[in-house]
């Protein structure tokens, strides 16, 4: 592992300020400034020299500030970003009235992770591509830009079907990001000048032709929070995720659904697919197909419109079925 | 404030330990620490040594001074070790480790408590799991620097005056382990997860203890271990 300089910030405005002067206007070169939280995936990837932060800000201590405090109201649920995991997935009020947040928690990583790792890092967190986490693989364009693919011919079974371009096939490899995306949420992020909300879909990008360039965060940008809208259908929501493996493994393909019914007919449908794509992916044929409709043992999805590659997109179709069977 | 917890859940008089010094290491107070951690703001060894060689002590000193002053300019060369101070099992430790360290590795090669081990030192198989402020955590993946002012306790911290805590005895009574590499990590993972309330049932024991591997294969008996040391637990815990 490469050293680094280590801060600590203690307030919530102190995050972004020391950010911001670890690369002063009149340096001549550019520091990396990363946040630590859990660390769960900085660490991993810093002894892997896939990350190489020149400065690094531990944001822990803010943990005991709204940073770290779940708010449930009539308007919604507000999580602060340093949330652990376990903490929201083991939350009453989010696992009845947010069932999809709870299980899309409870069903990543393990629990000792769960423990560490905040919420705002949990989106973050970077793909599992061997080829990105494996420095000696020298081609890889989100590691070093313009050096090529290795997953494009490569060992990708578990790489994107959906939203990868020439340059990148990473997968996203996040769970908890399909809640929020089905469920609109959005997010808090604190900059220097201030603070901003955007919508969680349009936090992560598509690699397109930067895959190196995963948010749309700007440098020294934090997220402090996300805020999900109350609804009819966040009671009756689920995640569902297949794998090699029970529990403890990533997904093969995974469905975070959340449905608002009268009658038996759907009146809205929220989908969003993971496991599959390079970001978190709101499915939406699939809630055209659904609204309206009457749903049944019987019901299936049409093929879904994904580009033509092999294994991950049937399983995409299976998980679906699966999910509204389990969703009624 | 660890020794309640831990009395609580053995049900025994506070966890206490003789305040005596280990491997050579200084333990005092644990001092408030500062915002920034920075490499140590006096001559080290080395720099002495060197500057005794280039009669140039003087400005090594001075310039070590200078890089104090510069407490948040993240320019300075990040190189030297720098002073940290935990309690881990009830004692308060103060040691100088070079930034990069991990809990993990403190633990092992400088104070020599190697009851958490290295298996994957990635976060992938739990054989280092230890409690931090009760949680269980995976000590690899967690910075040492990061871990100030933390209370850390490890498989060396449970047992009382030659007494095995019930999760250490159920293992043993369910020869819940072959070769034994991974099983402090699954004790203190065990032990995080009765206190979670997630060692209910089989199926949430198995689900809750996933995040530990055991390449012998011990599964079956491991449960069995974790269901006979959650009845005590909850029986000394009400007591």
Redesign the interface.
Known sequence: MRTFLYQRAREPNEAVQLAAAANPASARSRNKVEYLAGGTTLTDLMKLDVAQPDVIIDINPLTETGHGRIELSQRGLRLGALVRMAEAADHSGIRSQYPVVAQSLSQAASQQLRNMASLGGNVLQRTRCTYFRDVSYSECNKRNPGSGCAALTGFNRMHAVLGGSDQCIATYPGDFAQALIALEAAVEIAGRGGSRTIPFANLHRKPGDTPDQETSLRPGEIITSFLIPAAPWTRRSLYLKVRDRQSYEFALASAAVALDQQDGIVRTARIALGGLATVPWRAVEAEAFLRAASLSMSKTLPQRQAPPSPAPKAMATTTSRSNLASAL | MQGRWLARIIGTRAFRRAQRPQNGLTMTKRDP?S????PQSGPDRRSVLMGTVSSAAAPVIARAAQTEARR?A???S??KP?DIALTINDREHNVAV???T?LLDLLRERLGLTGAKKGC???QC?AC?VLIDG????SC???A??AQGRDVTTIEGLANDGELHPMQQAFVDHDAFQCGYCTPGQIM?AI??VN?G?AENDADI???????LCRCAAYPNIVDAVKQARAQMKTASTQ
């Open positions: 620490s915002g920034t951690i920075m948040v993240p320019s300075a990040p190189g720098v070079d930034i990069r991990s030192d990635h976060g739990g799991t949680r269980r955590v995976l993946l967690t910075l620097v990061a993972s995080g997860c979670e997630h198995r689900e809750y203890m996933s995040g530990n």
